[in-house]
């Protein structure tokens, strides 16, 4: 079946550091990929989405491209702020419009 | 809009007791889901809606649960009896589709802190 797999964490990075947060999915088809951010105590909040392959991304300096060669859709952001500290989800839109989602990927930004 | 609304944010009860969770999704949104988050289990999808009826309650773990939509403003999760390994936080989630049949992606509400003692 469709799933996901985010690599595991936490991530832990200082300030104005590269981020990378992996994920890698296996599906029939080709389905929408999406990354979702949780603040702690909130929920999820869609970040940014790409609906076929090579379309990338992009949010609040976030992207990710959707590769359709290696089945990925990796989160970059070039320069990391404390604010940026989360739990980062990998999802994918599986059959019948359900979202499938990775086990998340825990971000903290050191000052 | 005000986007997915959960109530109440926080609730605490006693093991054996029944409890009520409420969802009013976002207007036009014809997809509806509840989702379970634990430390050990992550995120769990419990069953969602189209147009008002449940397409897939799979994820729904025991006959203790269960969830209703009656209107498309309007959806309850309720657990009877708790349990305080029903203690988690439950999300609910609102969506469509675009015309293309794509899928704009969910609308998550705040959810609610469930604590049974």
């Known amino acids: 079946g469709d799933s996901v797999t985010q690599m595991e964490g936490p991530v832990t990075l200082s300030e104005e550091a590269f981020l990378t947060i992996n994920c890698t999915y296996t599906?029939?088809?080709?389905?929408?990929l999406f990354w979702y951010v949780q603040y702690p105590g909130e929920g999820l909040q869609l970040l940014l989405k790409a609906t076929k392959a090579d379309d990338k991304g992009s949010n609040k300096g976030f992207e990710a491209t959707y590769r359709k060669e290696t089945t990925s859709f990796h989160l970059e952001k070039g320069s990391v702020q404390v604010s940026d500290s989360a739990v980062y989800f990998c999802?994918?839109?599986?059959?019948?419009?359900?979202?499938?989602f990775g086990a998340g990927t825990r971000l903290a930004v050191h000052p | 809009d005000a986007g997915v609304i959960q109530s109440p944010r926080h609730e605490v009860t006693e093991m054996g007791q029944e409890v009520t969770l409420r969802c009013k999704p976002i207007s036009g949104h014809d997809y509806l889901f509840w989702y379970r988050q634990t430390m050990m289990r992550g995120l769990e999808l419990l069953i969602y809606f189209n147009n008002n009826v449940p397409i897939d309650d799979s994820g729904m773990p025991e006959d203790r649960f269960s969830a209703k939509m009656p209107n498309a403003s309007f959806s309850t999760l309720k657990i009877q009896p708790s349990e305080p390994r029903d203690s988690a936080v439950y999300f609910c989630a609102s969506s469509t589709r675009g015309w293309t049949g794509t899928i704009y992606g969910y609308t998550f509400g705040s959810g609610t802190r469930l604590t049974v003692v």
């Open positions: 599906a029939t088809g080709y389905p929408s």
């Open positions: 999802a994918l839109a599986g059959g019948y419009n359900k979202l499938i």
